[in-house]
């Protein structure tokens, strides 16, 4: 099997060891690093995701899965930033103040990762003001909230009021997701966009820049 074939299918099968194996191999043998994303990690994890959207795997295998391509990802990343590689997009992704759940999230951004965008994680319990904050810093496309207490899923209307009132609106596309979440929600407070899992947040995001 040839090396990105075989980078593919350890992603799929959640296999660390062979994933940074092969990223390396491939590396070494100076293969095109978009390729090496492209080829490898993003079909491996868009069937992650197509599998997970049809119950063939549950969160456990997919955050294992996930954790596989991040441990490629984590010595891809660097050398494609060096080379000035293009990227699908940016996206700055966290849970909304007041909440401190992060598996979902976590899983969101990984498969965001997975999907060729470079992700920055604000982590948990991120207030509108330091979401602003970090959109202007890292001039992200695509915002990313998660909530899952309906008493902080509120708290995703005030981040997406923070943003008109500072005239940040319009500066990137904002995605909702999370339990208590919905899409009917999501169209009611002027998200951009919903999406029930991490499978379909990934193509949600790729639909938004594209
Ligand atoms: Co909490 N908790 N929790 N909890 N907790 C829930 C959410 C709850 C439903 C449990 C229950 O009562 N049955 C309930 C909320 C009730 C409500 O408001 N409707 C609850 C509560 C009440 C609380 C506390 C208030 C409990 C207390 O202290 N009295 C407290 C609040 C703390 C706080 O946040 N301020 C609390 C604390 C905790 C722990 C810290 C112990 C722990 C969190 C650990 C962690 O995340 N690091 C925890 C956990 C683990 C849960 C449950 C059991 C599991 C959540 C989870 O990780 N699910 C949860 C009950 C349940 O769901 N069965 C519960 C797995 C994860 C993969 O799914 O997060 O839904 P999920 O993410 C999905 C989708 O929602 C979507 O994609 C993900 C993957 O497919 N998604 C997005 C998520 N974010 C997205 C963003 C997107 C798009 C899609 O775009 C940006």
């Known amino acids: 099997m ?12 959640g296999n660390e060891k062979k994933v940074v194996e092969y990223t390396e191999k491939a590396i070494d043998e ?3 690093l978009e390729k090496i994303l492209n080829e490898g990690f993003i079909p491996g994890m868009e069937i ?22 991040k441990a490629g990802m984590k010595i891809l990343e660097p050398l494609l ?5 293009k990227r ?20 969101v951004a990984m498969m965001l990762e997975g999907a060729g965008f470079e992700v920055v994680d604000a982590g948990v319990d991120v207030s509108a003001q330091k979401f602003a904050d970090l959109i202007k810093e890292t001039k992200a496309n695509i915002l990313g909230l998660s909530a899952l207490l309906t008493t902080t899923m509120t708290e995703i209307k005030n981040v997406i009021d923070t943003f008109k009132e500072k005239g940040l609106r ?5 995605i909702v997701g999370g339990a208590p979440v919905s899409a009917e929600y999501a169209a009611e407070i002027g998200a951009d966009g919903y999406s029930p899992d991490a499978a379909s947040a990934a193509a949600l995001a790729k639909k938004l820049v594209g």
Do not use: R
């Not at 090396?3 to 799929?12: A, H, M, N, P, Q």
């Not at 930033?81 to 590689?85: D, R, W």
């Open 2 to 13: 040839a090396v990105l074939e075989i980078l593919k299918e350890s992603v799929i099968e």
């Open 30 to 32: 100076g293969m095109d």
């Open 48 to 69: 992650v995701g197509k599998k997970f959207q049809a119950n063939e795997i549950y969160v456990p295998e997919m955050l294992i899965s996930a954790k596989a391509m």
């Open 81 to 85: 930033t060096k080379a000035g590689v």
């Open 88 to 107: 699908v997009g940016k996206v700055v992704i966290g849970t909304v103040k007041g909440d401190l759940h992060d598996i979902g999230k976590n899983l």
């Open 170 to 174: 319009d500066e990137v596309k904002i």
